[in-house]
């Protein structure tokens, strides 16, 4: 695969850590795990673990949930509160 190059990104800080924002072009979702290794030549690299998770790694992204339920008469979370609910 070839590099490359998505711009020139600024180092900010956040709390006690430095971060960088990653464009969308990267296909990055919320809780992706990532690891960082740096070379001798102080080049660092970046790298996107693999996430089995489908409700973390975006593949549920666009399931319209609610709607399936309603459109198959479910009623899951529409049943009458009691006790504290209320």
């Known amino acids: 695969m070839e590099n490359r190059e998505l711009g020139v ?3 900010r800080q956040s709390g006690h850590s430095l971060v ?5 072009e990267i296909n990055v979702h919320k809780g992706d795990q990532v ?4 070379g001798s030549d102080g080049v660092i690299q970046f790298k996107l673990l693999a996430n089995e998770n ?3 790694n975006g ?4 399931v319209d949930f609610r709607g399936g339920m309603k459109e198959a008469g479910i009623n899951v979370g529409m049943e009458r509160r009691v006790g504290k609910e209320l």
């Open 9 to 11: 990104f600024k180092v």
């Open 20 to 24: 960088v924002a990653i464009p969308k």
């Open 35 to 38: 690891s960082f290794s740096q």
């Open 54 to 56: 489908p409700w973390l």
């Open 59 to 62: 593949k549920y992204a666009d």
